[in-house]
Protein backbone atom coordinates (compact mmCIF):
# COMPACT_ATOMS: atom_id res chain seq x y z
CA UNK A 1 0.00 0.00 0.00
CA UNK A 2 1.06 3.85 -0.41
CA UNK A 3 1.62 5.94 2.23
CA UNK A 4 -0.86 8.75 2.83
CA UNK A 5 1.99 10.89 2.79
CA UNK A 6 2.54 12.07 -1.00
CA UNK A 7 5.01 14.95 0.20
CA UNK A 8 7.18 16.59 3.05
CA UNK A 9 9.19 20.43 3.00
CA UNK A 10 10.40 21.86 6.29
CA UNK A 11 8.74 24.78 7.47
CA UNK A 12 10.25 28.25 7.16
CA UNK A 13 8.95 31.67 7.59
CA UNK A 14 6.57 31.32 4.98
CA UNK A 15 4.85 28.13 4.58
CA UNK A 16 4.53 27.00 0.67
CA UNK A 17 0.82 26.42 -0.52
CA UNK A 18 -0.88 24.42 -2.96
CA UNK A 19 -3.57 25.75 -5.96
CA UNK A 20 -5.86 26.96 -4.85
CA UNK A 21 -3.86 28.90 -2.04
CA UNK A 22 -0.70 30.91 -2.58
CA UNK A 23 0.96 31.17 0.72
CA UNK A 24 0.52 30.77 4.61
CA UNK A 25 2.30 32.58 7.50
CA UNK A 26 2.27 31.82 10.58
CA UNK A 27 3.24 34.83 12.83
CA UNK A 28 3.85 34.49 16.78
CA UNK A 29 5.61 37.41 18.72
CA UNK A 30 5.75 37.83 22.57
CA UNK A 31 5.84 41.68 22.19
CA UNK A 32 6.79 42.94 25.69
CA UNK A 33 4.42 45.59 27.57
CA UNK A 34 3.05 48.74 25.58
CA UNK A 35 3.13 51.94 25.67
CA UNK A 36 0.97 55.01 25.46
CA UNK A 37 1.19 55.39 21.54
CA UNK A 38 -0.02 50.94 21.71
CA UNK A 39 3.64 50.03 20.12
CA UNK A 40 5.83 48.49 22.25
CA UNK A 41 7.18 49.49 25.79
CA UNK A 42 10.98 48.85 24.77
CA UNK A 43 13.70 50.44 22.74
CA UNK A 44 13.89 49.74 18.93
CA UNK A 45 17.19 50.36 18.31
CA UNK A 46 19.04 47.71 16.17
CA UNK A 47 15.98 46.69 14.55
CA UNK A 48 15.35 47.22 10.22
CA UNK A 49 12.41 49.97 11.36
CA UNK A 50 10.24 49.88 8.38
CA UNK A 51 10.68 45.97 7.18
CA UNK A 52 11.94 44.36 11.03
CA UNK A 53 11.32 40.53 10.61
CA UNK A 54 14.28 39.41 12.29
CA UNK A 55 12.18 38.29 15.45
CA UNK A 56 14.99 40.24 17.65
CA UNK A 57 13.68 39.30 21.41
CA UNK A 58 11.20 37.42 19.98
CA UNK A 59 9.18 39.38 18.38
CA UNK A 60 8.99 42.13 15.34
CA UNK A 61 7.88 45.56 13.93
CA UNK A 62 7.34 43.89 10.72
CA UNK A 63 6.75 47.13 8.34
CA UNK A 64 5.18 49.10 11.52
CA UNK A 65 7.37 52.10 12.90
CA UNK A 66 5.31 52.86 16.00
CA UNK A 67 2.88 50.10 16.29
CA UNK A 68 3.92 46.39 14.88
CA UNK A 69 1.90 45.43 11.78
CA UNK A 70 1.27 46.40 8.02
CA UNK A 71 0.37 49.73 7.74
CA UNK A 72 -1.37 50.74 4.28
CA UNK A 73 -0.67 48.20 1.08
CA UNK A 74 -2.64 47.78 -2.23
CA UNK A 75 -3.74 44.29 -3.17
CA UNK A 76 -5.40 42.55 -6.47
CA UNK A 77 -6.67 39.66 -7.79
CA UNK A 78 -7.18 36.93 -4.85
CA UNK A 79 -8.41 36.84 -0.91
CA UNK A 80 -6.91 37.27 2.38
CA UNK A 81 -7.63 35.32 5.40
CA UNK A 82 -6.64 36.44 8.56
CA UNK A 83 -6.89 34.23 11.69
CA UNK A 84 -5.56 35.54 15.33
CA UNK A 85 -5.47 33.36 17.79
CA UNK A 86 -3.81 35.83 20.54
CA UNK A 87 -3.65 39.55 20.06
CA UNK A 88 -5.92 42.04 18.57
CA UNK A 89 -5.72 43.43 15.05
CA UNK A 90 -6.92 46.71 13.99
CA UNK A 91 -8.05 46.70 10.02
CA UNK A 92 -8.71 49.86 8.05
CA UNK A 93 -9.20 50.06 4.28
CA UNK A 94 -9.57 52.76 1.23
CA UNK A 95 -13.62 51.93 0.76
CA UNK A 96 -13.67 53.21 4.86
CA UNK A 97 -13.87 50.39 6.31
CA UNK A 98 -12.94 49.65 9.97
CA UNK A 99 -12.50 46.30 12.49
CA UNK A 100 -10.69 45.66 15.54
CA UNK A 101 -10.43 41.29 15.91
CA UNK A 102 -8.50 39.34 17.14
CA UNK A 103 -8.56 36.36 19.83
CA UNK A 104 -10.66 33.32 17.81
CA UNK A 105 -11.51 35.32 15.12
CA UNK A 106 -11.32 35.55 10.91
CA UNK A 107 -11.34 38.44 8.84
CA UNK A 108 -11.96 37.08 5.19
CA UNK A 109 -10.98 39.78 2.42
CA UNK A 110 -11.71 39.80 -1.13
CA UNK A 111 -9.49 42.27 -2.75
CA UNK A 112 -10.68 41.70 -6.28
CA UNK A 113 -10.11 44.97 -8.48
CA UNK A 114 -8.06 46.92 -5.60
CA UNK A 115 -8.13 48.13 -2.79
CA UNK A 116 -5.71 49.52 -0.15
CA UNK A 117 -6.03 48.24 3.62
CA UNK A 118 -4.07 48.32 6.79
CA UNK A 119 -3.36 45.70 9.54
CA UNK A 120 -1.83 46.79 12.41
CA UNK A 121 -0.96 45.07 16.21
CA UNK A 122 -2.01 47.15 18.82
CA UNK A 123 -0.31 46.57 22.12
CA UNK A 124 -2.95 47.26 24.78
CA UNK A 125 -1.74 46.02 28.00
CA UNK A 126 0.95 48.37 29.27
CA UNK A 127 1.48 46.08 32.44
CA UNK A 128 2.24 42.99 30.85
CA UNK A 129 3.29 41.43 27.83
CA UNK A 130 1.19 41.61 24.55
CA UNK A 131 1.46 37.98 22.76
CA UNK A 132 -0.06 38.01 19.26
CA UNK A 133 -0.35 34.65 17.20
CA UNK A 134 -1.91 34.71 13.95
CA UNK A 135 -2.08 33.18 10.48
CA UNK A 136 -1.91 35.13 7.18
CA UNK A 137 -3.74 32.55 4.19
CA UNK A 138 -3.89 34.55 0.43
CA UNK A 139 -5.98 31.91 -1.43
CA UNK A 140 -6.69 32.61 -5.44
CA UNK A 141 -9.75 33.82 -7.33
CA UNK A 142 -10.41 32.36 -10.44
CA UNK A 143 -10.32 34.71 -13.65
CA UNK A 144 -13.95 35.58 -13.20
CA UNK A 145 -13.38 36.77 -9.96
CA UNK A 146 -10.40 38.51 -9.98
CA UNK A 147 -12.06 42.21 -10.80
CA UNK A 148 -15.85 42.01 -8.09
CA UNK A 149 -15.66 44.33 -6.01
CA UNK A 150 -13.54 44.43 -2.95
CA UNK A 151 -15.59 43.27 0.23
CA UNK A 152 -14.76 42.12 3.70
CA UNK A 153 -16.53 39.59 5.86
CA UNK A 154 -16.18 38.90 9.94
CA UNK A 155 -15.71 35.56 11.26
CA UNK A 156 -16.31 36.08 14.94
CA UNK A 157 -15.07 33.38 16.81
CA UNK A 158 -18.64 32.85 18.90
CA UNK A 159 -19.42 31.43 15.61
CA UNK A 160 -17.14 29.54 14.27
CA UNK A 161 -17.50 25.70 14.95
CA UNK A 162 -15.39 23.65 16.91
CA UNK A 163 -15.23 19.65 16.88
CA UNK A 164 -14.06 18.16 19.54
CA UNK A 165 -13.37 14.07 19.64
CA UNK A 166 -12.35 12.01 22.45
CA UNK A 167 -10.16 8.90 21.31
CA UNK A 168 -10.49 5.20 23.34
CA UNK A 169 -7.61 6.43 25.97
CA UNK A 170 -9.60 9.47 26.40
CA UNK A 171 -7.34 11.86 24.99
CA UNK A 172 -8.91 14.69 23.15
CA UNK A 173 -8.72 16.41 19.62
CA UNK A 174 -10.03 19.80 18.79
CA UNK A 175 -10.69 21.45 15.31
CA UNK A 176 -11.80 24.55 14.65
CA UNK A 177 -13.51 24.99 11.57
CA UNK A 178 -12.48 28.18 10.12
CA UNK A 179 -14.13 27.13 6.46
CA UNK A 180 -15.51 23.45 5.13
CA UNK A 181 -17.96 21.35 6.56
CA UNK A 182 -16.84 18.73 8.76
CA UNK A 183 -18.75 16.08 10.79
CA UNK A 184 -21.46 18.64 10.69
CA UNK A 185 -20.06 21.71 11.41
CA UNK A 186 -20.38 24.36 9.07
CA UNK A 187 -18.83 27.50 10.03
CA UNK A 188 -19.76 30.99 8.66
CA UNK A 189 -20.22 31.88 4.88
CA UNK A 190 -17.03 32.75 3.04
CA UNK A 191 -17.45 36.26 0.89
CA UNK A 192 -19.50 35.58 -1.80
CA UNK A 193 -17.18 35.87 -4.69
CA UNK A 194 -14.83 33.52 -3.10
CA UNK A 195 -13.19 30.30 -4.62
CA UNK A 196 -14.46 28.92 -1.04
CA UNK A 197 -18.21 29.97 -1.39
CA UNK A 198 -18.44 27.30 -4.25
CA UNK A 199 -19.57 23.61 -2.70
CA UNK A 200 -17.73 22.00 -5.56
CA UNK A 201 -13.84 23.84 -4.68
CA UNK A 202 -13.84 21.68 -1.23
CA UNK A 203 -11.67 24.57 0.12
CA UNK A 204 -11.54 23.77 4.04
CA UNK A 205 -9.16 25.78 6.67
CA UNK A 206 -8.92 23.57 10.05
CA UNK A 207 -6.70 24.48 13.34
CA UNK A 208 -6.33 21.18 14.78
CA UNK A 209 -5.27 19.92 18.03
CA UNK A 210 -3.94 16.97 19.81
CA UNK A 211 -3.56 16.01 23.27
CA UNK A 212 -0.65 14.10 24.25
CA UNK A 213 -1.18 10.41 22.60
CA UNK A 214 -4.46 11.53 20.97
CA UNK A 215 -5.47 9.94 17.86
CA UNK A 216 -8.03 12.07 15.47
CA UNK A 217 -8.98 10.47 11.57
CA UNK A 218 -9.39 13.02 9.58
CA UNK A 219 -12.50 11.83 6.54
CA UNK A 220 -11.44 11.71 3.52
CA UNK A 221 -11.92 14.98 1.23
CA UNK A 222 -15.95 15.46 -0.65
CA UNK A 223 -13.76 15.41 -4.07
CA UNK A 224 -11.71 12.88 -5.98
CA UNK A 225 -9.24 16.06 -6.82
CA UNK A 226 -8.86 18.02 -4.04
CA UNK A 227 -5.51 18.62 -2.42
CA UNK A 228 -4.65 18.82 1.39
CA UNK A 229 -1.72 20.00 2.96
CA UNK A 230 -0.78 19.68 6.56
CA UNK A 231 1.29 21.97 8.66
CA UNK A 232 2.79 21.09 11.75
CA UNK A 233 3.86 23.86 13.48
CA UNK A 234 3.53 22.77 17.02
CA UNK A 235 4.76 19.53 18.21
CA UNK A 236 7.35 17.19 18.15
CA UNK A 237 6.44 14.21 15.97
CA UNK A 238 2.79 13.47 13.90
CA UNK A 239 1.98 9.72 12.83
CA UNK A 240 0.20 9.73 9.85
CA UNK A 241 -1.37 6.45 8.76
CA UNK A 242 -4.29 5.20 6.50
CA UNK A 243 -6.58 2.40 8.12
CA UNK A 244 -4.19 -0.61 7.16
CA UNK A 245 -1.08 0.82 9.03
CA UNK A 246 0.58 2.53 6.28
CA UNK A 247 2.42 6.04 6.23
CA UNK A 248 4.81 7.56 8.11
CA UNK A 249 6.35 9.86 10.92
CA UNK A 250 6.47 13.45 10.43
CA UNK A 251 8.97 16.13 12.65
CA UNK A 252 7.78 19.51 13.99
CA UNK A 253 8.12 22.21 11.58
CA UNK A 254 6.67 20.33 8.81
CA UNK A 255 4.55 20.77 6.13
CA UNK A 256 3.19 17.50 4.21
CA UNK A 257 0.62 17.01 1.49
CA UNK A 258 -1.66 14.29 1.91
CA UNK A 259 -3.66 11.71 0.09
CA UNK A 260 -6.65 13.57 0.52
CA UNK A 261 -9.09 10.46 -0.74
CA UNK A 262 -8.83 8.26 2.27
CA UNK A 263 -9.54 8.82 6.01
CA UNK A 264 -6.22 9.63 7.45
CA UNK A 265 -5.26 8.54 11.00
CA UNK A 266 -3.45 11.11 12.78
CA UNK A 267 -1.62 10.53 15.94
CA UNK A 268 0.45 12.67 18.13
CA UNK A 269 3.41 11.70 20.51
CA UNK A 270 3.23 15.27 22.50
CA UNK A 271 0.81 18.20 22.52
CA UNK A 272 0.74 19.26 18.80
CA UNK A 273 -0.93 21.52 16.62
CA UNK A 274 -1.58 21.81 13.10
CA UNK A 275 -3.11 23.63 10.04
CA UNK A 276 -5.11 21.90 7.83
CA UNK A 277 -5.98 23.61 3.92
CA UNK A 278 -7.40 21.63 1.18
CA UNK A 279 -9.37 22.73 -2.15
CA UNK A 280 -9.28 21.93 -5.37
CA UNK A 281 -7.17 23.68 -7.62
CA UNK A 282 -8.79 26.65 -9.44
CA UNK A 283 -6.07 25.49 -12.27
CA UNK A 284 -5.28 28.49 -14.00
CA UNK A 285 -1.83 30.40 -14.62
CA UNK A 286 -0.49 32.46 -11.74
CA UNK A 287 1.14 35.39 -12.05
CA UNK A 288 2.39 37.43 -8.97
CA UNK A 289 3.82 40.54 -8.59
CA UNK A 290 3.74 42.06 -4.65
CA UNK A 291 1.10 42.68 -4.01
CA UNK A 292 -1.02 41.65 -7.17
CA UNK A 293 -2.12 37.97 -8.55
CA UNK A 294 -4.13 37.99 -11.92
CA UNK A 295 -3.39 35.44 -14.75
CA UNK A 296 -1.21 37.33 -16.94
CA UNK A 297 2.21 39.25 -16.98
CA UNK A 298 0.08 41.72 -18.57
CA UNK A 299 -2.41 41.56 -16.13
CA UNK A 300 0.05 42.42 -13.51
CA UNK A 301 1.14 45.71 -15.86
CA UNK A 302 -2.25 46.89 -15.79
CA UNK A 303 -2.55 46.56 -12.07
CA UNK A 304 0.36 48.78 -10.97
CA UNK A 305 -0.74 51.08 -13.85
CA UNK A 306 -3.93 51.50 -12.48
CA UNK A 307 -3.19 51.51 -8.71
CA UNK A 308 -0.74 54.41 -10.05
CA UNK A 309 -3.74 56.13 -11.27
CA UNK A 310 -6.14 55.73 -8.93
CA UNK A 311 -4.76 54.47 -5.73
CA UNK A 312 -7.73 51.74 -5.77
CA UNK A 313 -9.79 54.21 -4.32
CA UNK A 314 -7.37 56.72 -2.39
CA UNK A 315 -6.83 56.16 1.55
CA UNK A 316 -9.18 58.38 3.80
CA UNK A 317 -6.83 58.09 7.11
CA UNK A 318 -4.84 60.68 8.64
CA UNK A 319 -2.21 58.13 8.85
CA UNK A 320 -0.73 54.84 7.45
CA UNK A 321 -0.87 52.70 10.35
CA UNK A 322 -4.78 53.36 11.67
CA UNK A 323 -5.08 52.11 15.56
CA UNK A 324 -8.59 52.11 17.09
CA UNK A 325 -7.88 53.26 20.46
CA UNK A 326 -7.66 51.57 24.04
CA UNK A 327 -10.36 49.82 24.60
CA UNK A 328 -10.58 45.68 23.66
CA UNK A 329 -13.82 46.18 22.41
CA UNK A 330 -13.84 44.34 18.72
CA UNK A 331 -16.03 45.31 16.20
CA UNK A 332 -16.70 46.00 12.25
CA UNK A 333 -17.69 48.67 10.54
CA UNK A 334 -18.36 47.88 7.23
CA UNK A 335 -18.16 50.37 4.15
CA UNK A 336 -22.06 50.42 3.62
CA UNK A 337 -22.47 51.93 7.20
CA UNK A 338 -23.47 48.56 8.80
CA UNK A 339 -21.43 47.89 12.37
CA UNK A 340 -20.86 44.89 14.22
CA UNK A 341 -20.15 44.89 17.94
CA UNK A 342 -18.69 42.30 20.25
CA UNK A 343 -19.20 42.20 23.61
CA UNK A 344 -15.72 43.53 25.42
CA UNK A 345 -13.30 41.36 26.35
Not at 44 to 60: A, N, P, Q, V
Not at 79 to 85: A, D, L, N, S
Not at 102 to 122: K, L, N, Y
Not at 135 to 152: G, R, T, Y
Request: glycine content about 10%; proline content about 9%; overall charge negative.
Amino acid sequence: MRSPVLQTVPLGFQWPAIDPFLFCVHHLDRYPAGNADLGPMAPLDGRSIGSDFEGIDGWRMYHGSTVPGFPVHPHRGFETITFVRQGLVDHADSLGATARYGRGDVQWMTAGSGIQHAEMFPLLDQDAPNTTELFQIWINLPASEKMVDPHFTMLWDRDIPNHVTTDSDGRTTNVTVIAGTLAGHEPPSPPPNSWASRPEADVAIWHVTLDAGATWEMPAARTGDTVRVLYVFEGDRLDVRDRDGDGETLGGTTGAVVDAQVPTRLTASTHTEILVMQGRPIGEPVAQQGPFVMNTDAEIAQAFADYRRTQFGGWPWDRADPTHGTTPTRFARHADGRVEEYAPV
